[in-house]
């Protein structure tokens, strides 16, 4: 069964540092998405990407992040400069067309913001 | 705005157990309800999901029915495996989107199943 994506599966860096995480999510899927869970809260909606924008954000996500299809396959999230508190299981999702409903999840990357 | 809350956990129990685990929402709009589970190491997989008041949901012996009346979407099993074993996850979409699906989860619950 076809699968999303998600590297590295642990990513530590230091406050004030850049990351990037990545993830390739279903080939002939259109809708993308990022969502986290920082340890004992609830998974929560970060942000919806189709047709090479950004349909739809929360407010966790401010102007330190950003999305990216750099090319036909992969889905990225940049964090520009971490704080402690975006420590958390960051995952990526994807779905199609005829069942936007359905999301398929990566297994995560943890980030670790020492 | 939408939330999802669902019973505290974790749950405990032994093979051939009956489940119940309870999700209640709250939302503006008519959602679609889902549970999604996530075995250990894995992604959050879509367990079952309903659309409308009423319809009930199943798949590998859970089930679960959208009651509009008590804003409530229950999973239920009527016999428990070890490799039930996972974090059980309640989530509503806002149907009324049309760029794609912003899922709103509630805390989930850990279910241990021991032999």
């Known amino acids: 069964e076809p699968e999303v994506t998600q590297t590295p599966s642990h990513q530590v860096t230091q406050m004030g540092q850049e990351v990037i995480l990545r993830c390739v999510p279903i080939s002939n899927h259109l809708y993308f998405y990022w969502y986290r869970q920082i340890l004992g809260q609830k998974v929560e909606f970060l942000v919806s990407f189709y047709n090479n924008e950004i349909s739809e954000k929360s407010e966790i996500f401010d102007d330190q992040f950003s999305v990216e299809r750099p090319d036909g396959s992969n889905f990225t999230l940049k964090i520009r400069s971490t704080k402690l508190e975006d420590s958390a299981m960051y995952f990526c999702?994807?779905?199609?067309?005829?069942?936007?409903?359905?999301?398929?999840f990566g297994s995560g990357t943890q980030l670790s913001v020492l | 705005g939408d939330s999802v809350t669902q019973m505290e956990g974790p749950v405990t129990l032994s093979e051939e157990a009956f489940l119940t685990i309870n999700c209640t929402y709250t939302a503006t709009g008519y959602p679609s309800l889902f549970w999604y589970v996530q075995y250990p190491g894995e992604g959050l997989q879509l367990l079952l999901k309903a659309t409308k008041a009423d319809d009930k949901g199943s798949n590998k012996g859970f089930e679960a029915t959208y009651r509009k009346e008590t804003t409530s979407f229950h999973l239920e099993k009527g016999s428990v495996q070890v490799s039930d074993s996972a974090v059980y996850f309640c989530?509503?979409?806002?149907?009324?989107?049309?760029?794609?699906?912003?899922?709103?989860f509630g805390e989930g619950t850990q279910l241990t199943v021991n032999p």
């Open positions: 989530a509503l979409s806002d149907r009324r989107r049309t760029s794609g699906s912003r899922l709103t």
């Open positions: 999702a994807s779905s199609d067309r005829d069942s936007t409903e359905k999301l398929f």
